[in-house]
């Protein structure tokens, strides 16, 4: 990459079941922006056992590029608008080496777990602490502000309750400005969708903007429950540092 040219590459290093995708549309708005779903989903479905359970891995494997340096590669080339976003997955950085992201604005996208957990086994019946990613996001945290690169985080909650305030906040953070186009988007699905749309993006391709916040209220799930104990002291720690 010329370190000279002018593009701002942004990684949104997500969870699951997060907002991320309204996210990616909302950024998808701005007249500046190129936006991506998920390019190293193949990379990671191929580099572990998430093949076996992950719906519509085949197809995701079959059209996606496998090879994460790859992928890398294409992040880091040439673009035709100043920005560039990546909407990605913590779990998704396997076998790669992690030094790319000295050249990327980074963000950490986090939920509550106590929100995200029964979201995420209506679609993955037995998730891991691997699957869902708040282990890697704290590692990944630390990892940034290791290399002097501390990363912006933000919780769901946070965008949901206030999407201008933490918006316009996060835009300052990263170096662009807020455009309130932001906001609002067309009902549907996007070409940038990727593949795995029609297992986990009803809610979004339903959405006109960022749906207001509700709190679960359904009781939790007893099978969940370990899962959720590890999960919420990392929560805790990420919530903590959010812009």
């Not at 009803?202 to 209220?217: A, E």
Request: hydrophobic share 35%; glycine share 4%.
């Amino acid at each position: 990459m010329d370190e000279n040219d002018g593009i701002k590459r942004i990684c949104l290093w997500s969870g699951p079941r997060n907002i991320s995708t309204a996210l990616m549309y909302s950024f998808a708005q701005r007249e500046d922006t190129a936006v991506y779903d998920e390019p190293l989903y193949a990379h990671y479905l191929h580099h572990t056992e998430a093949r076996e359970y992950h719906p519509g891995a085949g197809e995701v494997l079959e059209i996606m590029e496998n090879d994460g340096n790859k992928v890398v590669e294409m992040m880091l080339g040439p673009h035709n608008t100043p920005v560039v976003f990546f909407k990605q997955m913590t779990h998704h950085l396997v076998n790669l080496n992690l030094s790319f992201l000295d050249k990327t604005v980074n963000i950490i996208l986090t939920r509550n777990p106590a929100d995200m957990l029964p979201s995420y086994a209506k679609e993955v019946k037995n998730p891991s602490i691997r699957d869902v990613g708040y282990r890697q996001h704290l590692e990944l945290l630390e990892y940034l502000e290791n290399r002097g690169h501390p990363p912006a985080v933000l919780t769901s909650e946070s965008v949901l309750k206030n999407p201008v305030k933490t918006l316009s906040r996060l835009c300052d953070t990263v170096g662009i400005s807020f455009d309130e186009a932001m906001l609002s988007w067309e009902k549907g699905s996007r070409p940038e969708d990727g593949v795995w749309a029609k297992y986990w993006y009803h809610n979004v391709h339903n959405s006109t903007g960022f749906n207001k916040y509700r709190p679960k209220t359904d009781p939790f799930p007893e099978r969940l429950k370990p899962l959720l104990e590890e999960c919420l002291p990392v929560y805790e720690k990420l919530a903590s540092r959010t812009i």
